[in-house]
Antibody
Framework: QLQLQESGPGLVKPSETLSLTCTVS??????????WGWIRQPSGKGLEWIGS???????YYSPSLKSRVTISVDTSKSQFSLILSSVTAADTAVYYC?????????????WGQGTLVTVSS | DIQMTQSPSSLSASVGDRVTITCRAS??????LNWYQQKPGKAPKLLLY???SLQSGVPSRFSGSGSGTDFTLTISSLQPEDFATYYC??????????FGPGTKVDIK
């Protein structure tokens, strides 16, 4: 059973960089079945897809966040990571990692438990 | 960009009720539409993909229909564990994903 676990600082200062890691267990990150995605959810609000990465390093990003987002993968550690630069209070949210299944249509079928990141001085 | 809307934004229902939630896309997305359930403090859970295909392990009281721009999620007989927020999601663009604003189903 594929499992994903987010980790990283829970507090980030405004204008600084948010950095999170998702560790994959119970399966190979180097699979052709999935991209590996990040999604966020501000408190009391809806879901926003941030971007996804293939094990080869190919990425897709949300157009609204593309200028501030970098997603990378480390297959040797079975991890993929999110970097969001120049954060503001609007970036305060629960951040989830998930498997982004490559199919028609694509869908997000395995999720981590989520990690709360607060942007505050 | 493809925009998604859902209606209603919330509804109150009783156990045993038939519940229908509507999702609309701003342009034709064929059947590239998924539905998720989210309970408070938990990660979303995939219910249906490709508009009408039931994810493994999801009860058969959940069903979906639609194509093009208009889609529905139906719960045939609402159970206590179904009180949650439901999101539709389009994935028509290559590896793009836009969620609807959600529909909260609570107890009448």
């Amino acid at each position: 059973q594929l499992q994903l676990q987010e980790s990283g600082p829970g507090l980030v200062k405004p204008s600084e960089t948010l950095s999170l890691t998702c560790t994959v267990s119970g399966g190979s990150i180097s699979t052709s079945s999935y991209y590996w995605g990040w999604i966020r959810q501000p408190s009391g609000k809806g879901l926003e897809w941030i971007g996804s990465i293939y094990y080869s390093g190919h990425t897709y990003y949300s157009p609204s966040l593309k200028s501030r987002v970098t997603i990378s993968v480390d297959t040797s550690k079975s991890q993929f990571s999110l970097i969001l630069s120049s954060v503001t209070a609007a970036d305060t949210a629960v951040y989830y990692c998930a498997t982004h299944r490559i199919s028609r249509p694509a869908y997000l079928d395995n999720w981590g438990q989520g990690t709360l990141v607060t942007v505050s001085s | 960009d493809i925009q998604m809307t859902q209606s209603p934004s919330s509804l109150s229902a009783s156990v045993g009720d038939r519940v229908t939630i509507t999702c609309r896309a701003s342009q034709n997305i064929n059947n590239y539409l998924n539905w998720y359930q989210q309970k408070p403090g938990k990660a979303p859970k995939l219910l249906l993909y490709a508009a009408s295909s039931l994810q493994s392990g999801v009860p058969s009281r959940f069903s979906g229909s639609g194509s093009g721009t208009d889609f529905t999620l139906t719960i045939s007989s609402l159970q206590p564990e179904d009180f949650a927020t439901y999101y539709c999601q389009q994935t028509y663009g290559t590896l793009q994903a836009t969620f609807g604003p959600g529909t909260k189903v609570d107890i009448k």
